[in-house]
């Protein structure tokens, strides 16, 4: 399979613990996107890398989100002191230089 | 990043032709129309994306008026397996993507 994928598909996780997602891009797609989805939503843009650059971050990211992509390959997501606000489908896309999209299967959390 | 407006849901029978029209009046001149459909659980899949005309691929149609204000995704003889939500998006295609709350289509057998 050659599309992106992310892990863990679904966590579980109690209020105030910190928790990390993997995204791994299509292969040699430069651009790595973060949105996050609630019920019933679309998807909300989070921030974007081109490479290993982060040029974009949303309001929506607070400061106990960050964002990484070393080396321009996968990106992880880290969530600290998780609310149960942060519950939501937090999805990954990736797309080569100016062009379409392409999204992940997503990481669905759930904060007890 | 122009607005778009689509309806809220839609119903069909199988074996229909089901168009979704998406409004969009603030389109610029460098704005790209992309409709996406997203079953749930999973990411969005993107489906089509056109400038201006029409664009067929195998799985839709996309027309796009002259005046490129709104937009008719058209999906032939629709089955079960079409139920989902579809989302148009308007936008610069090197910029982030923002999603409305999509058109929900219920496919009846």
């Known amino acids: 399979d050659t599309g992106v994928s992310q892990d863990p598909r679904h966590k579980i996780t109690k209020r105030g613990q910190n928790v990390t997602f993997r995204c791994d891009p299509i292969s040699e797609h430069n651009r790595l996107y973060w949105y996050r989805q609630t019920l019933g939503q679309g998807p909300e843009f989070l921030t974007y890398f081109q490479n290993e650059a982060q040029l974009e971050k949303s309001r929506l990211l607070s400061d106990r989100f960050s964002a990484e992509r070393p080396k321009g390959s996968f990106s992880t997501l880290e969530i600290q002191r998780t609310e149960q606000g942060d519950s939501a489908m937090y999805l990954c896309?990736?797309?080569?230089?100016?062009?379409?999209?392409?999204f992940g299967p997503g990481t669905r959390l759930t904060v007890l | 990043l122009a607005k778009t407006t689509q309806p809220i849901s839609m119903d069909s029978y199988e074996g229909q032709e089901v168009n979704i029209t998406c409004s969009h009046n603030n389109i610029a001149t460098n704005d790209y129309i992309t409709w996406y459909q997203q079953f749930p659980s999973q990411g969005p899949r993107f489906i089509i994306q056109g400038y201006k005309t029409k664009v067929t691929n195998e799985v839709a149609s996309l027309f796009i008026p002259a005046d490129r204000k709104s937009s008719t995704l058209s999906l032939p003889r629709v089955s079960l397996s079409d139920t989902a939500v579809y989302y148009c998006l308007v936008g610069d295609i090197t910029d982030k993507l923002i999603f409305g709350t999509g058109t929900r289509l219920q496919v009846f057998p």
């Open positions: 896309a990736s797309s080569p230089w100016e062009d379409t999209q392409y």
